[in-house]
């Protein structure tokens, strides 16, 4: 299985161009710039006519206006993840989101906690810490992250 990811667009995905084939096409979040939801329309609109098999998002912490909203209407082959999974393939996908109220609280602790054992590929919005997360001389992954 081919994957194709993508992430953090904020806003400028309809620039991309001559994407890659690909069997599933990934974005882990950060599709909007501010987090309205004019720029979420938007997004799933260009996301749903990808040419791809199957899609697969999640929200990161710039898409806070999808924050505990349900998502109708996508197509069968288009996966919102917001701590749930898809499979696809007998591949078992899992999307944890990034949403800041979770990320000051315990919730996404918990959220982390959740995520099944037989998971084949997990969709975060951070990295696991030490796993290409360094800038400005800080690690901005999560450790929790990294015992999983």
Not at 1 to 7: D, N, P, Q, W
Not at 16 to 24: I, M, T
Not at 46 to 70: E, M, Q, S
Not at 94 to 111: E, K, L, S
Request: proline share 3%; net charge negative.
């Amino acid at each position: 299985m081919k994957i194709l990811h993508l992430s953090d667009t904020h806003g400028c995905h309809r620039r991309l161009r001559d994407l890659p084939e690909a069997d599933v096409v990934v974005h882990s979040g950060d599709f909007c710039m501010v987090g309205t939801e004019q720029e979420a329309i938007d997004f799933l609109n260009w996301f749903c006519d990808l040419p791809y098999r199957h899609k697969i998002f999640i929200c990161g912490n710039h898409d806070d206006c999808l924050y505990g909203a349900g998502i109708d209407g996508l197509d069968n082959n288009v996966h919102y993840l917001s701590n749930t999974g898809v499979e696809i393939d007998g591949i078992k996908f899992y999307g944890v989101p990034m949403f800041m109220r979770d990320c000051i609280t315990d919730r996404q602790t918990r959220n982390y906690a959740m995520i099944p054992s037989d998971t084949n590929v997990l969709i975060t919005h951070s990295p696991a810490y030490g796993i290409l997360d360094f800038d400005d001389d800080i690690n901005y992954g999560s450790e929790e992250i990294l015992a999983i």
